[in-house]
């Protein structure tokens, strides 16, 4: 068994530059809870799947994918025992993690949904993606935080308010919510077929879809944008990091861009938020 020699998830600043300037994670300036956007670097996948591929379902070597995972915790600070994830479906369903399953988020089976959140302090958050839209909620009023995988389903669906919804039922003011939406596919690279630009259109408005050389570009960061105000959240609230998962193959896995031969990211939100203390790993 692999030795996972991981520190505590409670312990993280976001002003940290460990976490800040290290390779394995991006994270955004003015977000105030422990978070991160995987990168593709400093992991021990080959091929393909080089180097931190953090999916299980991709054919990699479960061997790598645990040291993978294992590196990224180290590097985030995070216990990987309260690492908790779902086996995601392209919906709009949220899961809770709660304090009876503290400590069970990598046992199967995993509950299928697209978001989870928490008011458990310290439980951390991830959701898998490779071109789809990281987005990572925090309410630093009321301790609270969500993960979210959009994807184009997703974003149909509306599930980022869905998010903003399940922390209001748990006491946030939506007004008081910080959102971060991480590397993902973007309009420059993401082309769409004529039915799906259309229903975009109509849903969101003409100015997600741009048409370029005779073909739609759909912005799925524009469409969550506006789902998150329509939310309640304020749109100077929401931080977007610039990356394109298809632009920098050096950094980031791309389905589109691969072929569907590539890995996954994990983005995670730890419940931890400045000024709390440092705990020991249990």
């Known amino acids: 068994m692999l030795d996972l020699q991981v520190l505590d998830a409670t312990c993280q600043n976001t002003s940290d530059p460990e976490i800040m300037e290290n390779e394995l994670w991006r994270t955004a300036r003015d977000f105030p809870a422990h978070h991160g956007f995987s990168t593709r670097k400093g992991g021990v996948s080959e091929g393909p799947l080089a180097s931190l591929n953090l999916g299980r379902s991709v ?57 989870l959140h928490t008011a458990e302090p310290g439980a951390a958050l991830a959701v898998q993606v490779a071109d789809c839209v990281p987005i990572l909620v925090a309410d630093p009023e009321g301790r609270r935080v969500a993960a979210v995988h959009s994807g184009w389903r997703g974003t149909l669906a509306e599930i980022a308010a869905r998010a903003v919804e399940a922390l209001a039922g748990g006491g946030s003011r939506p007004e008081a919510l910080r959102v971060a939406i991480g590397p993902s596919i973007r309009v420059c690279c993401y082309v769409v077929g004529q039915d799906l630009a259309d229903r975009f259109r109509e849903r969101f408005g003409p100015e997600v879809v741009v ?43 791309s389905h589109r861009r691969d072929g569907g031969i590539t890995g996954r990211h994990l983005a995670f939100v730890a419940c931890s938020f400045p000024g709390e203390g440092r705990g020991p790993v249990s």
């Not at 709660?98 to 400590?103: N, Y």
């Not at 570009?217 to 609230?237: C, F, K, N, Y």
């Open 211 to 253: 048409e370029e050389d005779g073909r739609p570009h759909l912005d799925l960061v524009r469409a969550i944008r506006g789902t998150l105000q329509r939310a309640g959240v304020p749109e100077a609230a929401v931080e977007v990091l610039p990356d394109c998962t298809s632009c920098e193959p050096a950094l980031y896995y």
């Open 59 to 115: 054919g990699d070597a479960p061997e790598r994918v645990e040291e993978n995972l294992r590196r990224a915790c180290a590097a985030a600070r995070l216990d990987v025992d309260d690492l908790h994830t779902v086996s995601q479906v392209h919906g709009a369903a949220l899961h809770e993690v709660t304090a009876r399953l503290r400590g069970q988020g990598r046992r199967p089976p995993r509950p299928e949904a697209d978001a």
